[in-house]
């Protein structure tokens, strides 16, 4: 990742937006609290998009899920656009997506702003919903992120910028999360939680479906 002398301008600020995260915390095997999506419809067309045994529900679905049902033929530009087009812009899809945008084309100053936004929206709404392994598999993909921004914008480690990390490691939010998503970038474990993440199964069931594994596999596509 590279940065232009322009955008080092933004480094004083974004240095005090995270010093902040330099300590962490292991959280070991994050489990929700009862099953919070047992009464959340997923329809036939996105079960079928996810590569899942259809259930014997039949559901119309949310507008989230016919959304990303839709649009796997989309580039990702295209994909971003367009799910900012559908999103509201007082959610916390509306930052995040706001967030991979700005990382696609290059624009890593307000790429961060958007994910230091969106770090504390999205976990605050999935906390409130009970959520908690997504909540905490979200914030340390953005955590992540943001720490590798504020270390390639922090020239000679002047601040101690190497030790900023992120919050906690994948695996200790979901044990036995797959190698591919353990070691793969961020940025592109955020993308395929936009393309494939519609809220309505559990975030351990998702990760392991054929659609989530094809997008890791092919960056995001």
Do not use: H
């Not at 940065?3 to 937006?17: A, D, P, Q, W």
């Not at 994909?79 to 706001?98: C, I, M, V």
């Not at 992120?145 to 906690?168: A, E, G, M, P, T």
């Not at 797959?178 to 351990?204: G, M, Y």
């Amino acid at each position: 990742m590279k940065v232009s002398k322009s955008k080092m301008l933004f480094s004083n600020f974004l240095l005090g937006l995270t010093l902040t995260a330099i300590a962490t915390t292991a959280l070991g095997d994050v489990i929700n609290e009862g099953d919070i999506f047992e009464d959340r419809p997923i329809c036939a067309e996105y079960q079928d998009f996810l590569g899942l045994e259809r259930n014997s529900q039949d559901s119309e679905c949310t507008e989230t899920q016919e959304f990303i049902s839709n649009s796997a033929n989309l580039d990702i530009l295209e994909f971003l656009d367009e799910y900012l087009e559908k999103a509201d812009e007082k959610s916390s899809l509306f930052l995040l997506a706001n967030a991979q945008r700005s990382i696609v084309r290059g624009d890593y100053s307000a790429a961060f702003i958007w994910m230091d936004i969106a770090d504390r929206q999205v976990y605050s709404d999935l906390i409130l919903s009970g959520d908690q392994v997504r909540a905490s598999f979200y914030s340390s993909v953005l955590s992540d992120l943001k720490s590798l921004f504020i270390k390639d914008v922090c020239q000679n480690n002047k601040f101690n910028c190497q030790l900023i990390d992120r919050y906690f490691e994948l695996d200790e939010i979901i044990e036995g999360i797959e190698k591919n998503i353990l070691e793969e970038r961020s940025d592109i474990v955020l993308l395929c939680l936009l393309r494939t993440d519609a809220f309505s199964i559990p975030l351990r069931q998702l990760i392991v479906t054929p659609k989530f594994k094809k997008c890791i596999q092919f960056n995001g596509e």
